[in-house]
């Protein structure tokens, strides 16, 4: 029997939410769990080098029931939802999904969902950490608009990883392997209401299945597992090292409320020719006219492999000593790493620095706080593995 | 030297904040965080009855940084946080605060923070865990008034215990032994900035510091231990066994969005009286004509000592098989019981129970599902231990 993990060292109290697939996490024997939009991720397995290579080569199961979604429905459920996001709902089909942003007035991103269109009137949104049912109820107040807002019981797992399809088409059958990046199917297993998206926060080829039933957690996980034995489907957390990989950002470290999507990469979220208001418009083209001050920039930092970054590390120019460098040497710090760990099919240090757009430029010199010491770091183009070789873009 | 908490167990990446007392928390030997407010909320040092003892007679100092501020200023600061509570804050002068609610369109409880007012204009919330700064971002949308809302740079932390009074004495002068509950004094220590209020979540003498510069988290800290240190001074979690006593509530479990201030024995923070509109004025109106339908009740629960409930708890009726109990006996699941634990000062297992109004009085017997196998329990008044022996009403 395998040690099980001690709750007491994250919870006090019942505060915190667990997920319908709690019980069969903790079974399979997760060493760690953070905490996200008040419930338990569980977060690792076994050695993250490990998980990764789990991810690449084969097929792997993630508890993400903390993607919470936001339902919105009401007879003007789809002016409502448009209002909340850049991005041109009228291009969103029943049946289809999308990436978005949600916006506040300032253009600070209060949440990066999946958005999920079940009807002419029908939304999910499967939240990053933060509160959006609170920021849309303060919304609706006084819109003017009549939508119902509530968190369904709904409650995601994701199957990510080459292998991955075999799985969800013993699982589902043909019909879901025609689904198109973001695209999506209602269907049951056995009884056990779903959705089945074509998403997923790997860059690689995967699949989320929300489940529509939380009493039948543990049913559903042990089918998927079942369904994947032979191909040695195994639990695992996100992987920080893949996602950065493929430039996915984290909300929370990456981007925040305090950025805008233009800083950290996600100008192209914002529909130019959308025709209908939403939250941020001003703001938005303000900022696209006036030009930014700071970018979200891709960096490889120099030396030996560095575990994934527990804070902020900080940024400062990288020029030499007295020298000409970029950027000017020896002065304070101009920045932060957001996100940063070892990649080892790259073989090399990668992440994410907010900098200065003086230092966001390919080829610029920066230097890093790490826990190791300060290290040399250069501004490289994301993302450092295409995802768009193995993925069209949504 | 103390081995130190392994963070790896509770994060990946860099994504949930430290608090500016971290470094000082982690050096005491904190031996378990959770997460609160996307930060991480150091909740035991030491074994939790050892704790309560140091709360009960001694001095006791918690990291609550967690308790993160909304602040509110612009010219129609007053007439927006008026908005946003069923008390009435025209009763609230500049250097007072109040235990409000923020309550949502249908009565629904969003968040119980400490309100404090700061000038005329000028108002923090500091808050329970939910995003308040998104609720009212969404509020102010198409509201007409003219306010800025923002997080400052304010970390509280409560220094709890009948010796409280002197640490703070001996920091802050005898100035801030004349501060009526809930009221504050801004001042500094050693040009350190904070702001020091008679409040506390103990139902001990207690205060708070709010430190208002969080470069300095650790100077504060290591100034409050010092003046405390021939008392016994001594970092702690919050105690769930004392606030329990107290009848005191913990949002996210206890109350939540799904639940109304009458439900939770809170209907004295909905002001009659009060004059100006509030969000929630009609929902709770209706609800409080009407009646309820269920209620937080206390509960005592028969048996051995119960460790903190890490779930909630399911309640069944209580009645003998076959006779004539409470409720009906055998019947299905009734309500939860949301928090509950031993008091080594009542020597009973004391908690509440959210159960129908018809299960809610004094006496009744219900069944209670611990992990230690069903047991007995009965309705009791709250609080278990009257704080009004030792603290005013605010």
Aim: hydrophobic fraction near 40%; charge should be negative; include cysteine.
């Amino acid at each position: 029997m395998k040690p099980t993990f001690d709750m007491a060292l994250i919870q006090r109290g019942a505060r915190l939410r667990r997920s319908p697939y709690f019980d069969a996490t903790l079974r399979a024997g997760c060493r760690s769990y953070t905490v996200y939009n008040h419930m338990f991720l569980p977060t690792r397995y076994d050695d993250l080098h490990a998980e990764y290579e789990k991810l690449r080569t084969g097929v792997t199961v993630w508890d993400v029931s903390v993607e919470r979604q936001v339902e919105i429905t009401g007879p003007d459920a789809f002016a409502f939802t448009n209002m909340l996001t850049p991005r041109d709902l009228s291009k969103c089909a029943v049946g289809q999904g999308k990436y978005v942003l949600i916006t506040a007035e300032d253009g600070g991103i209060v949440n990066d969902p999946v958005l999920l269109r079940l009807g002419e009137n029908h939304f999910w949104l499967a939240l990053a950490d933060s509160d959006v049912l609170l920021w849309a109820k303060g919304v609706a107040l006084n819109s003017g608009l009549d939508v119902r807002l509530g968190e369904p019981d709904v409650s995601p797992m994701q199957v990510q990883g080459p292998k991955s399809k075999v799985v969800v088409r013993r699982l589902f059958g043909d019909d879901v392997l025609a689904l198109r990046y973001y695209w999506f199917l209602e269907t049951e297993l056995d009884g056990i209401p779903v959705v089945v998206t074509r998403t997923g926060w790997s860059g690689e080829v995967g699949y989320e299945i929300y489940l529509r039933d939380g009493s039948r957690g543990v049913e559903l996980w042990d089918r998927v597992m079942d369904a994947g034995a032979d191909l040695g489907i195994a639990p695992t957390g996100p992987s920080d090292i893949r996602r950065i990989e493929a430039g996915i950002l984290n909300y929370g470290i990456d981007m925040t409320l305090d950025t805008n999507p233009y800083e950290v990469g996600l100008g192209w979220q914002v529909d130019r020719g959308k025709s209908a208001d939403f939250i941020g418009r001003e703001a938005l083209a303000r900022i696209a006219a006036e030009g930014l001050r700071r970018r979200l920039a891709g960096v490889e930092i120099a030396g030996a492999p560095l575990d994934l970054n527990m804070t902020r590390w900080a940024v400062r120019g990288g020029g030499e000593e007295g020298g000409e460098g970029n950027g000017g040497a020896g002065g304070g710090q101009i920045g932060v790493v957001t996100s940063a760990v070892w990649s080892p099919r790259l073989k090399r240090n990668v992440g994410y620095a907010m900098v200065p757009v003086a230092f966001a430029e390919t080829g610029t010199r920066l230097r890093v706080a790490t826990p190791d010491g300060e290290r040399e770091a250069t501004v490289v183009p994301m993302p450092f593995v295409d995802p768009r070789k193995e993925i069209p873009k949504s």
